[in-house]
């Protein structure tokens, strides 16, 4: 996704809430800093700040309308922070919180599932070996629920490492025919897109309360192409003419979005930090090497998330 702001994608609703003051000071919004993910100390903390101090090590996700972490030093609000893990480096920690903050908005704050809900439930993943994927394995997981994935031939072992119970090969031929064989799901968390949504409503359970949660939407897409106004209305449009259509049909269509969010980033902590959930880091760079990082981002089929570690003290993104 990060690669996709570079390249301007969501400018039109996100420059809406970037800071005004800003962009009023230098006449543009830009240079706008990258960096969505960010784990570091505390320099200095503002009057209201009750929960923190200085000298603190703490984590966090930066929302997309704002300044970014590929900077020594980052702004966030006190209710997007938390504590870093102590079992965890900064290099460590920096992997967690966007794809995290963005699995548990879609898994828990729309499809509703919980530590106290989720024991024996199906739940399908369609993309499962990328940053979102791999968080979400490992929740669900530690929630007792049944996880199955789809991924390539190559990413089934890792998967599989994770504590994933069943993993439908994609690079096999088209999925929706293993797919269909298998027991209906709970809830289907949707990494793909394109024209999955043609075939996967098919694989819930009609009439339980089953819910299909996609983090592929067109909101962002709708602003950029329509303008503000239009695009909403337009995505408005889009997502009640889904609702309904699946609801007469006995299933939930919903879509799933990023929320930052210190108190969930709290929970996740303690599960880190009890062992149920690790970071994934496939590649870590130093500052000089963002280029490169960027370029093995826009390749794509990354296993987990890419560091960069932005000083020798230890802040990393």
């Known amino acids: 996704m990060i690669a996709h702001f570079a390249g301007g994608y969501g400018a039109a609703t996100l420059s809406m809430k970037r800071d005004p003051l800003s962009i009023k ?75 995290a903050t963005t699995a548990w908005s879609a898994l828990v704050n729309t499809g509703g599932l919980s530590k106290d809900n989720c024991a024996n439930k199906r739940i399908l993943i369609l993309g499962g070996s990328g940053g979102v994927g ?19 031939q190559n990413a ?42 043609r075939w996967a409503l098919n694989l819930l359970k009609p009439w339980s309360g089953a819910k299909y949660v996609t983090l592929v939407t067109p909101f962002l897409q709708n602003t950029d192409m329509l303008g503000i106004a239009d695009g909403m209305m337009q995505t408005a449009a889009t997502v009640a003419t889904k609702a309904l259509k699946h609801l007469v049909k006995g299933v939930h269509y919903r879509w799933g979005f990023f929320a930052p969010s210190g108190p969930a980033l709290d929970e996740i902590r303690d599960m880190v930090d009890a062992g149920q959930i690790r970071p994934v880091v496939e590649e870590t760079f130093n500052f000089s090497q963002v280029p490169q990082a960027f370029e093995k981002l826009e390749k794509g089929h990354a296993r987990g998330k890419i560091v960069v570690q932005i000083s020798k003290a230890g802040d990393e993104l």
């Not at 006449?27 to 009057?47: A, H, N």
Request: glycine content about 10%.
């Open 134 to 152: 791999t968080f979400a394995i490992q929740l669900l997981k530690a929630w007792g629920a049944h996880v199955t994935v789809t991924c390539s």
């Open 156 to 197: 089934e072992r890792f998967v599989r490492g994770l504590g994933v119970d069943h993993v439908v090969n994609y690079t096999a031929g088209p999925v929706e025919e293993p797919l269909s064989a298998l027991e209906k799901f709970n809830l289907i968390l949707d990494n793909v897109g394109g024209d999955t949504e």
């Open 25 to 99: 000071q230098s006449g543009s919004e830009f240079p706008l800093i990258l960096g969505r993910d960010v784990s570091g100390i505390i320099m200095e903390c503002g009057l209201d700040v009750k929960y923190f101090r200085e000298g603190d090590e703490v984590w966090a996700a930066i929302p997309p309308w704002k300044q970014g972490s590929l900077a020594e030093f980052v702004v966030v609000s006190g209710n997007e922070v938390s504590h870093k893990p102590k079992s965890l480096s900064h290099t460590e920690a920096a992997a967690i919180p966007y794809v």
